[in-house]
């Protein structure tokens, strides 16, 4: 596990900062909490002291022997700042020092994750443009922030994330060990989640166990490099909305399909994370279907439309030009064909631009917080997706796509 550096701002939203402690302690990580003075006001060195384990200093004066303002920056693998304040940015983006937690930004060479929280006039202030943008260039991540209840009755950009996300975005940031790009900077991406629920009665329905954390986690990572992201999201467990996405609900592949034929247009990427059902029952009943004589010998069956082969259609027909189409497959082998030949197989059908495989069962891919698998593209490439945290799948498939949409943007059209 590693040693991670928790900074704290002095703002309202400094309480989170508990959770997000008490995540990383949880998992194994050994924290140290470093809060400036102005967070003391509204969070007790106490707090912080018996979540993290370890004493809570703000000064470069306390505990001069161990030099703590130099050694701590060193020996972080990891340093998080929730709260993120626009005066805490501010000295960092100049390369201050003046208190225990600026210094330490100096001496780190680790990682650096900045999570703003401030009202929607500080965000958008020029000056917290340019060292948001500063700090970006120096190579730190800097979240965007949620829209959402800010002090006071006012509302809008400016939110803290929730602890989960952020933690979820500082774990990636410890697997892939370097920053998250902005290469998605100015690009429309629109991303589907979940199952769908095809009704059969107004109890009943058929489903899958798609639990959407794979499609949540795709639009997490996207608004985080820099896109604007529509998650279009069907059945999912409970997640809070990731920061900074458009989120769309729906239910059935009809619905799906609706919801994608109209943000797809315009759009630079269409991701199809969703799980769709493959069929729905030909008729619905109006009133639940009861045991005993009205009980049905069969459900009869119809399969629902293609959504995925639609849109490499509509792109064909120049409806969605320039589009790069992304696809996913859950697969499973069997004494025909492994999981790579079927996923082959379906992407030749399909005729998207990337296919991103999945072997699914005993635990793998649906319901759980891991993901593997494969990528293949259209021009016959094949990448393993190592084992790891679905935001690192995520993060992989962003990778591959960043090349992708600059190469369509150079010809003009899609594939």
């Known amino acids: 596990m590693a040693r991670v550096v928790v900074g704290v701002g002095g703002g309202i939203a400094a309480y989170k900062a508990c959770a997000l402690v008490r995540r990383f302690t949880e998992t194994g990580h050994s924290v140290r909490v470093i809060p400036t003075e102005a967070a003391l006001q509204f969070v007790g060195k106490a707090t912080f002291e018996a979540l993290s384990g370890h004493p809570v200093h703000t000064g470069v004066f306390a505990d001069v022997p161990e030099v703590p303002h130099v050694r701590l920056g060193q020996e972080a693998e990891l340093v998080v700042i929730a709260p993120a304040t626009a005066d805490l940015m ?61 002090t006071g ?19 990636l940031l410890l697997e892939r060990a370097d920053a998250v790009p902005r290469d998605l900077a100015g ?66 592949a009809d619905q799906l399909k609706t919801a994608v034929e109209k943000h797809a247009l315009g759009a630079d990427a269409v991701i199809m994370a969703a799980a769709v059902a493959d069929f729905r029952p030909t008729s619905v009943a109006g009133a639940k279907i009861k045991k005993g004589k009205d009980e049905p010998d069969s459900i009869a069956l119809s399969r629902t439309e293609d959504i995925l082969a639609g849109l490499v259609q ?90 992708l949409l600059r190469e369509q943007a150079r010809s003009g059209s899609g594939a």
């Not at 983006?93 to 401030?118: E, H, I, K, N, S």
């Not at 509302?155 to 774990?171: D, K, M, N, Y």
């Not at 095809?198 to 899958?208: A, C, I, K, Q, W």
Request: hydrophobic letters at 45%.
């Open 187 to 252: 690009k429309r991406v629109v991303i589907t989640a979940g199952g769908t629920r095809e009704p059969l009665d107004p109890v009943r329905f058929l489903g899958n166990r798609s639990s959407g954390k794979q499609g949540y986690a795709l639009a997490r990572v996207a608004a985080q490099r820099g896109a604007q992201v529509t998650l279009i999201a069907g059945n999912t467990i409970e997640m809070a909305p990731p920061a900074a996405v458009e989120l769309v609900h729906i239910t059935t």
């Open 153 to 171: 009755t006012d509302t809008g950009p400016g939110r803290l994330p929730e602890p989960e996300e952020i933690f979820g975005l500082a774990s």
């Open 314 to 403: 509509a792109r064909r027909e120049g409806q969605l030009p320039g589009t790069a189409i992304v696809g996913f497959a859950a697969e499973t082998g069997d004494e025909d064909g492994d999981v790579i030949t079927y996923a082959r197989a379906k992407l030749a059908r399909k005729g998207c631009d990337l296919l991103v495989v999945n072997a699914v069962g005993d635990g793998k891919a649906f319901e759980v917080d891991t993901n593997d698998g494969w990528l293949l593209g259209a021009d016959g490439s094949e990448q393993a997706l190592d084992h790891g945290s679905k935001a690192l799948l995520a993060s992989r498939v962003l990778d591959a796509l960043g090349p």
């Open 90 to 150: 501010a000295r960092a983006a100049q390369g201050r020092a003046d208190d225990l937690l600026t210094a330490t930004l100096l001496t780190a060479r680790c990682p650096v994750l900045f999570a703003p929280a401030m009202h929607t006039e500080m965000w958008e202030h020029a000056a917290t443009v340019a060292n948001v943008a500063a700090l970006r260039a120096h190579g730190a991540t800097v979240m965007e922030p949620a829209s959402g209840r800010l």
